[in-house]
C-alpha cells in the first residue's frame, strides 16, 4: 500500500512531522507559499496541515483532487471553506482544546494590560522617560466582566477571573442556566452585558450571528470606559467604530489579537491612545503548540491510516477501534444503497435505514453515511460518506434512522427502505462471517447474493425454460455467468433474478433479454 502524503503548510511544531511518518505517512513541510503555489502543489496530497495563514478556498479544494483531509492544528476553521471541502466530500478536522488555556490567558494577559497600560509604559520608561506619574490604572478585582460566549476558552477565562475575584457576566445563547451556576456566571443578554460590563472579552466564534457583534450600535450601549479585548476572530468587532469610541474617550482601552484583515500590516488604529495589540498570538506558546501538532497530527494520520475520525466538522467521528468493526458494516451499507439508488428511477422524499441485531451495538452514523453515499452516487460520481449527508439536506431527502435491538432471521442486518411513488421499496443485507456483505431480501423476496462487479437485475414470472433461455442469451452475447441468485414471492409468482457476469451489459443485450417470455424489469447493476 502506497503511503498517505501529507503537507504541512503553516509553521508547526517539529512534533507533528515526527508523528506523522511514527504513523506511516509521508511528510513534506513547505510553508509561506502563495495560493497559486499552494494549487499548483496541492493534487499531490491526501492530507494538508494547517494553523490559520493558509486559506483553504474553494479554489484550493478543486486543484486538491487526491485529498481526503485538512487538519487545523488549533480551534477556528474560518480559514477553510468547509462547505465547498464537504461537498468535495474532504474531511475538515481541527484540535478543539489544544489551546484553550493558552488562549485564554493570552486574554487575561491583554485585560490586564489594558487595565495598566502595560505596553506604553514600558515604551516610555525604555526611552528613559520614567512617566511616574502618566499611568494611572485600575484594578480589575470587584469590576464586572462581560463575557461573549461561554465555550471552552470562555468558561477558562471565567474561571480565571473569578479567581481574580471579578464579577462574570455572559452571553451566550447556548450557553444553559445550569452550566452558567456550574461556571459561577450570570447569564445575561447582550444588552444587560454591555450595559453592565467594565471588561469586555470575546470568546465565539466568527459566524454570520456573531460578524460585527459588536457593531457601532452596539458599541455605543457600552458603559463609558469600558475595555474591550479581543483574542478570538477579527470581524467580530466593528474597527472603525472601535477607533471612533477610543478617540471620543468613550472608550478607554482596546486589545486585540485578531483583525478583520490579517496580516494586519497597517490600521486606522495604530497609534490610537488606549489601543494595543498582539498579531494573532493567542495560541502562541509552546505548550499549546505542542498539543495542537499532536493532536491534528494524530487525527490527520488515524483518518488517513485506519479510517478513524476525530474532532471532525463534517462528519460523524469514528474511533480507530471502531473503524475496523464498522469498515464491513460500511461496505455492505454502501452496497445496499447503491442497489436501491441504481434500481429507484422516481424521486425519493424519503429513505429510511433499519439496523436489526447486532448492527445496533454500533455507531450508526457512519452506517447512515454510507447508505447515503450508495444510494447518491449514482447521481454523482463524487458523492462520498462526507459529503452524502449534506447532498442529502440539500436536495430535500428526510432521512430515518431506526434500530431494533433484538435478532430476526439473521445476527445483524441493515435494511435499506426507500419511499417511492409507486409505495415502500426496501433491500436488506447481512453479513457472512461477521465481515462477506450479502444481499438477504429485495423488495419483499428472499434473494441471496454478493453484490460485486457486473450484475443483472431480472423480474420475471417465475415459468419454467426461462432460466434455460437467460443462459443462452448472454452465452450467445459472449457474457460470462460468475454467480447466479434466485428467488421468488411464490411458486409460479414474481421472481427475481441477480446474476453477476465478468463483462458489462450492453444496451442490445439488456433489450433482448427484456423482450424474452415472462420478463418484466432488466437493468445492469454495477458494484
Ligand atoms: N487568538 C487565537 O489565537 C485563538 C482564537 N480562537 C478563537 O476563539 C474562538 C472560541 O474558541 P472556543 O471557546 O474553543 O470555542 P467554543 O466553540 O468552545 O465556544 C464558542 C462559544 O461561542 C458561543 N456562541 C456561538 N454563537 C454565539 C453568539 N451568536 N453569541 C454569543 N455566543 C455565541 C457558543 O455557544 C460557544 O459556547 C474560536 O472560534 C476561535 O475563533 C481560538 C484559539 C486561538
Ligand atoms: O494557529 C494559530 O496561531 C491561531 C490559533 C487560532 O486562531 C485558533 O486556534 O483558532
Given at each position: 500500500?502506497?503511503?498517505?502524503?501529507?503537507?504541512?503548510?503553516?509553521?508547526?511544531?517539529?512534533?507533528?512531522?515526527?508523528?506523522?511518518?511514527?504513523?506511516?505517512?509521508?511528510?513534506?513541510?513547505?510553508?509561506?507559499?502563495?495560493?497559486?503555489?499552494?494549487?499548483?502543489?496541492?493534487?499531490?496530497?491526501?492530507?494538508?496541515?494547517?494553523?490559520?495563514?493558509?486559506?483553504?478556498?474553494?479554489?484550493?479544494?478543486?486543484?486538491?483532487?487526491?485529498?481526503?483531509?485538512?487538519?487545523?492544528?488549533?480551534?477556528?476553521?474560518?480559514?477553510?471553506?468547509?462547505?465547498?471541502?464537504?461537498?468535495?466530500?474532504?474531511?475538515?478536522?481541527?484540535?478543539?482544546?489544544?489551546?484553550?488555556?493558552?488562549?485564554?490567558?493570552?486574554?487575561?494577559?491583554?485585560?490586564?494590560?489594558?487595565?495598566?497600560?502595560?505596553?506604553?509604559?514600558?515604551?516610555?520608561?525604555?526611552?528613559?522617560?520614567?512617566?511616574?506619574?502618566?499611568?494611572?490604572?485600575?484594578?480589575?478585582?470587584?469590576?464586572?466582566?462581560?463575557?461573549?460566549?461561554?465555550?471552552?476558552?470562555?468558561?477558562?477565562?471565567?474561571?480565571?477571573?473569578?479567581?481574580?475575584?471579578?464579577?462574570?457576566?455572559?452571553?451566550?445563547?447556548?450557553?444553559?442556566?445550569?452550566?452558567?451556576?456550574?461556571?459561577?456566571?450570570?447569564?445575561?443578554?447582550?444588552?444587560?452585558?454591555?450595559?453592565?460590563?467594565?471588561?469586555?472579552?470575546?470568546?465565539?466564534?466568527?459566524?454570520?450571528?456573531?460578524?460585527?457583534?459588536?457593531?457601532?450600535?452596539?458599541?455605543?450601549?457600552?458603559?463609558?470606559?469600558?475595555?474591550?479585548?479581543?483574542?478570538?476572530?477579527?470581524?467580530?468587532?466593528?474597527?472603525?467604530?472601535?477607533?471612533?469610541?477610543?478617540?471620543?474617550?468613550?472608550?478607554?482601552?482596546?486589545?486585540?489579537?485578531?483583525?478583520?484583515?490579517?496580516?494586519?500590516?497597517?490600521?486606522?488604529?495604530?497609534?490610537?491612545?488606549?489601543?494595543?495589540?498582539?498579531?494573532?498570538?493567542?495560541?502562541?506558546?509552546?505548550?499549546?503548540?505542542?498539543?495542537?501538532?499532536?493532536?491534528?497530527?494524530?487525527?490527520?494520520?488515524?483518518?488517513?491510516?485506519?479510517?478513524?475520525?476525530?474532532?471532525?466538522?463534517?462528519?460523524?467521528?469514528?474511533?480507530?477501534?471502531?473503524?475496523?468493526?464498522?469498515?464491513?458494516?460500511?461496505?455492505?451499507?454502501?452496497k445496499l444503497?447503491s442497489l436501491v439508488?441504481q434500481l429507484t428511477?422516481?424521486?425519493?422524499?424519503?429513505?429510511?435505514?433499519?439496523?436489526?441485531?447486532?448492527?445496533?451495538?454500533?455507531?450508526?452514523?457512519?452506517?447512515?453515511?454510507?447508505?447515503?453515499?450508495?444510494?447518491?452516487?449514482?447521481?454523482?460520481?463524487?458523492?462520498?460518506?462526507?459529503?452524502?449527508?449534506?447532498?442529502?439536506?440539500?436536495?430535500?431527502?428526510?432521512?430515518?434512522?431506526?434500530?431494533?435491538?433484538?435478532?430476526?432471521?439473521?445476527?445483524?442486518l441493515i435494511r435499506v427502505s426507500v419511499?417511492?411513488?409507486?409505495?415502500e421499496r426496501s433491500v436488506a443485507g447481512t453479513?457472512?462471517?461477521?465481515?462477506?456483505?450479502r444481499l438477504v431480501e429485495m423488495f419483499g423476496i428472499k434473494v441471496e447474493a454478493e453484490l460485486?462487479?457486473?450484475m443483472m437485475y431480472i423480474v420475471n414470472?417465475?415459468?419454467?425454460?426461462?432460466?434455460?433461455?437467460?443462459?443462452?442469451?448472454?452465452?450467445?452475447?459472449?457474457?460470462?455467468?460468475?454467480?447466479?441468485n434466485l428467488g421468488r414471492r411464490?411458486?409460479?409468482?414474481e421472481a427475481v433474478l441477480l446474476l453477476?457476469?465478468?463483462?458489462?451489459?450492453?444496451?442490445?443485450?439488456?433489450?433482448?433479454?427484456?423482450?424474452?417470455?415472462?420478463?418484466?424489469t432488466?437493468k445492469?447493476l454495477?458494484?
Amino acid at each position: 500500500m502506497t503511503k498517505p502524503k501529507v503537507l504541512i503548510s503553516d509553521k508547526m511544531d517539529p512534533n507533528a512531522t515526527r508523528i506523522f511518518q511514527e504513523r506511516g505517512c509521508d511528510v513534506d513541510v513547505i510553508t509561506g507559499e502563495t495560493p497559486e503555489e499552494l494549487i499548483a502543489r496541492i493534487g499531490q496530497y491526501d492530507g494538508l496541515a494547517i494553523r490559520s495563514s493558509t486559506k483553504v478556498t474553494k479554489a484550493v479544494l478543486d486543484a486538491a483532487t487526491n485529498l481526503k483531509v485538512v487538519g487545523r492544528a488549533g480551534i477556528g476553521v474560518d480559514n477553510v471553506d468547509i462547505p465547498a471541502a464537504s461537498a468535495q466530500g474532504v474531511v475538515v478536522m481541527n484540535t478543539p482544546f489544544g489551546n484553550s488555556i493558552t488562549t485564554a490567558e493570552h486574554a487575561i494577559a491583554l485585560m490586564f494590560a489594558l487595565a495598566r497600560q502595560l505596553p506604553e509604559a514600558n515604551a516610555q520608561t525604555q526611552a528613559g522617560l520614567w512617566p511616574k506619574n502618566g499611568f494611572m490604572g485600575v484594578e480589575v478585582t470587584g469590576k464586572t466582566l462581560g463575557l461573549i460566549g461561554a465555550g471552552n476558552i470562555g468558561s477558562i477565562v471565567a474561571s480565571r477571573a473569578l479567581g481574580l475575584k471579578m464579577k462574570v457576566v455572559a452571553f451566550d445563547p447556548f450557553l444553559t442556566p445550569e452550566r452558567a451556576v456550574e461556571m459561577g456566571v450570570e447569564k445575561v443578554d447582550l444588552d444587560g452585558l454591555l450595559s453592565r460590563a467594565d471588561f469586555i472579552t470575546l470568546h465565539t466564534p466568527l459566524t454570520d450571528q456573531t460578524r460585527n457583534i459588536l457593531s457601532a450600535e452596539n458599541l455605543a450601549k457600552t458603559k463609558k470606559g469600558v475595555r474591550i479585548v479581543n483574542c478570538a476572530r477579527g470581524g467580530l468587532i466593528d474597527e472603525a467604530a472601535l477607533k471612533a469610541g477610543l478617540d471620543s474617550g468613550h472608550i478607554a482601552g482596546a486589545a486585540l489579537d485578531v483583525f478583520q484583515t490579517e496580516p494586519a500590516k497597517d490600521s486606522p488604529l495604530f497609534g490610537t491612545p488606549g489601543f494595543i495589540c498582539t498579531p494573532h498570538l493567542g495560541a502562541s506558546t509552546t505548550e499549546a503548540q505542542v498539543n495542537v501538532a499532536l493532536q491534528v497530527a494524530e487525527q490527520m494520520a488515524d483518518f488517513l491510516v485506519n479510517g478513524g475520525v476525530t474532532n471532525a466538522l463534517n462528519m460523524p467521528s469514528l474511533s480507530a477501534e471502531e473503524a475496523p468493526k464498522l469498515k464491513p458494516y460500511m461496505a455492505l451499507a454502501e452496497k445496499l444503497g447503491s442497489l436501491v439508488g441504481q434500481l429507484t428511477r422516481d424521486s425519493v422524499p424519503r429513505i429510511s435505514i433499519h439496523t436489526e441485531g447486532a448492527a445496533t451495538e454500533l455507531n450508526g452514523k457512519p452506517i447512515t453515511a454510507a447508505v447515503l453515499a450508495g444510494f447518491m452516487r449514482v447521481q454523482s460520481a463524487t458523492v462520498n460518506m462526507v459529503n452524502a449527508p449534506f447532498l442529502a439536506k440539500d436536495r430535500g431527502l428526510e432521512v430515518r434512522e431506526v434500530k431494533t435491538e433484538r435478532e430476526g432471521d439473521y445476527h445483524t442486518l441493515i435494511r435499506v427502505s426507500v419511499k417511492t411513488e409507486a409505495g415502500e421499496r426496501s433491500v436488506a443485507g447481512t453479513l457472512f462471517n461477521n465481515v462477506e456483505p450479502r444481499l438477504v431480501e429485495m423488495f419483499g423476496i428472499k434473494v441471496e447474493a454478493e453484490l460485486t462487479g457486473h450484475m443483472m437485475y431480472i423480474v420475471n414470472e417465475d415459468a419454467p425454460g426461462f432460466i434455460g433461455r437467460i443462459g443462452t442469451l448472454l452465452g450467445e452475447s459472449g457474457i460470462n455467468i460468475g454467480t447466479f441468485n434466485l428467488g421468488r414471492r411464490n411458486a409460479g409468482g414474481e421472481a427475481v433474478l441477480l446474476l453477476s457476469v465478468d463483462s458489462p451489459v450492453s444496451a442490445e443485450v439488456l433489450e433482448k433479454a427484456q423482450r424474452l417470455p415472462g420478463v418484466k424489469t432488466v437493468k445492469a447493476l454495477s458494484f
